[in-house]
C-alpha cells in the first residue's frame, strides 16, 4: 500500500469517535437520499403510466394542426381502418379510433356543454381504464348503439341516471346541424373532476352517423406498456402511416405539456431540499478535517521544515477526507438501497395524503424505485461536497509557516 494512503488511512482514526460521527452523518444522509429520490422519481412513474392510461394513451395519431385548434374538419380518413392496419402490422391491439365533437347535452331538468368522444367499444378498455371505471351500469357494447356513458359529476349536473335520455345537438364535419337522442347506459368516476364533468363517450359508429363524420375520425390512440417500450413505439408508429400522407404522430409529452411542467417544479422544490442536506453534511465534514487540521499544527510544521511541501499536506487532507466520504458513500447507498427495497414490496401509505394522490392520479400507496441511478446518484453528490469542504482545510496549509507551527501546543 503506498505509503501516503497508509498514513491518512492512520490519521483518520486517531480520533476514531469523531470519525465515526462524521461517517456516521454521512451515511444518514446518503440514506436518507437514496430513499426520498426512489420514492419521487417511483411517483413521477406512477403519475405518468396513471395519467397516460386514464385518456390519452401514450401516443397520437392525428391531423396537423388538430392538437392546438381540435376543429372538426382536422380528421384522419377513414380512421377505423387505420387503426385495424396499425394492429395488424404493429401486431399488438392496443391501438383504438377515436372521433370528438363538441355538444349540447339535454335532460330533462338541463343542459350542458360537453366533449363527446366517438370510441370503438371493443378496443377502447385496451387504451383507457375509463371503461373499467363505471360505478353505475355498463361499458358500451354494440358498435352501433345510440347509448352513451358519462362522467359522474356530469351526471349530477345533469341529473340523471342510467336508463335516462340526453338530447346532443351540435355541429357536423360539414357543418350541418346534428341532434341525436341517445341513452345513458353507464356512469364512471374517473377521480379527475374535469374528465368526470366535461365529456362522454359513445359507440363510433353512431357518431360517426351523428356527426356526419364519413367514416373519418379525429385521433388514433395507440399505448405501450411503459415509457420505455413507448420510446421504442413511435418509430414503428410513423413508419406504418399510409405513404404519402400528412398525419403526425404525438408523444406523450406533447399531449400532456402540463404533466412535464408538474414534475419539473417537484423536481425543483426537492432538489432545493436535497441541496440543504448535502450543504449541511459538508459543513459537517469541514468541521472535522478542520479540527484534524489544527490539531496537527505542531506535527504539520515539523515535517514542513524538514523540506515537505505544503502541496503534499494537502493531498494527504484530501485523501483523508475521500477514504471517509467513500466509506459513507458505500455504507449509505447499501443501507439506503436495503431499506428503500423493504417498500418497494410493501409499499407507502402516508395517513392524510390520500386525497392529495387523487389529484395526481396516484394511488393512495406508493412504490418506490431502486435502480442503480437513484442508489448511487445522492451519496455521489455527498461525497463530492465533501471533496470540496476540504479544500479550505487544506489550503490553510500554504499560509502555515513553519517556526510558528512548531511553537503550537
Do not use: C
Request: negative net charge; aromatic residues 8%; proline residues 4%.
Amino acid at each position: 500500500m503506498n505509503i501516503v494512503l497508509r498514513l491518512a488511512w492512520r490519521n483518520l482514526w486517531r480520533h476514531s469517535k469523531r470519525t465515526w460521527l462524521t461517517i456516521g452523518a454521512m451515511v444518514f444522509s446518503n440514506t436518507l437520499l437514496v430513499f426520498m429520490i426512489s420514492i419521487q422519481f417511483g411517483m413521477y412513474g406512477l403519475m405518468i403510466d396513471n395519467t397516460l392510461q386514464v385518456f390519452s394513451g401514450h401516443m397520437q395519431i392525428q391531423a396537423p394542426g388538430y392538437k392546438d385548434d381540435q376543429k372538426m374538419r382536422q380528421v384522419v380518413p377513414h380512421v377505423v381502418q387505420l387503426a385495424s392496419n396499425l394492429r395488424k402490422e404493429l401486431q399488438t391491439d392496443t391501438i383504438a379510433a377515436r372521433g370528438w365533437a363538441f355538444a349540447l347535452a339535454s335532460s330533462e331538468e338541463r343542459s350542458y356543454g360537453i366533449g363527446v368522444f366517438g370510441v370503438e367499444p371493443v378496443f377502447e378498455p385496451r387504451v383507457s381504464n375509463i371503461p373499467g371505471l363505471i360505478k353505475e351500469g355498463r361499458y358500451l357494447r354494440d358498435p352501433d348503439a345510440t347509448e352513451i356513458v358519462i362522467g359522474a359529476v356530469l351526471a349530477r349536473n345533469l341529473r340523471v341516471a342510467t336508463g335516462d335520455e340526453l338530447t346532443l345537438l351540435g355541429s357536423g364535419r360539414d357543418g350541418s346541424f346534428s341532434a341525436a337522442v341517445v341513452h345513458v347506459v353507464g356512469v364512471f368516476e374517473s377521480g379527475v373532476v374535469d374528465i368526470d364533468r366535461n365529456f362522454g363517450e359513445m359507440p363510433l359508429e353512431t357518431f360517426q352517423d351523428v356527426f356526419y363524420m364519413d367514416g373519418a375520425g379525429h385521433q388514433v390512440v395507440v399505448s405501450a406498456a411503459t415509457l420505455d417500450e413507448a420510446e421504442l413505439l413511435q418509430p414503428k408508429v410513423v413508419a406504418a402511416l399510409p405513404g404519402g400522407t400528412d398525419l403526425v404522430v404525438h408523444d406523450w409529452d406533447a399531449l400532456q405539456p402540463g404533466l412535464r411542467q408538474a414534475i419539473q417544479a417537484d423536481m425543483s422544490s426537492a432538489f432545493f431540499m436535497y441541496g440543504i442536506l448535502v450543504i449541511l453534511v459538508a459543513f459537517s465534514v469541514l468541521n472535522t478535517q478542520l479540527m484534524s487540521v489544527l490539531e496537527r499544527t505542531h506535527e504539520f510544521g515539523i515535517v514542513m521544515s524538514l523540506g515537505l511541501k505544503a502541496g503534499r499536506l494537502g493531498r494527504l487532507i484530501m485523501l483523508e477526507t475521500a477514504l471517509m466520504g467513500i466509506i459513507g458513500m458505500i455504507i449509505g447507498s447499501i443501507t439506503g438501497a436495503i431499506f428503500t427495497s423493504w417498500f418497494t414490496v410493501n409499499g407507502l401509505s402516508i395517513p392524510g395524503m390520500e386525497e392529495m394522490a387523487a389529484n395526481f392520479n396516484l394511488p393512495a400507496r406508493i412504490y418506490p424505485e431502486v435502480t442503480p441511478w437513484t442508489a448511487v446518484a445522492g451519496p455521489l453528490v455527498v461525497f463530492l461536497f465533501t471533496l470540496l469542504a476540504s479544500a479550505y482545510p487544506a489550503l490553510r496549509l500554504h499560509r502555515l509557516h513553519p517556526v510558528e507551527a512548531m511553537r503550537a501546543n
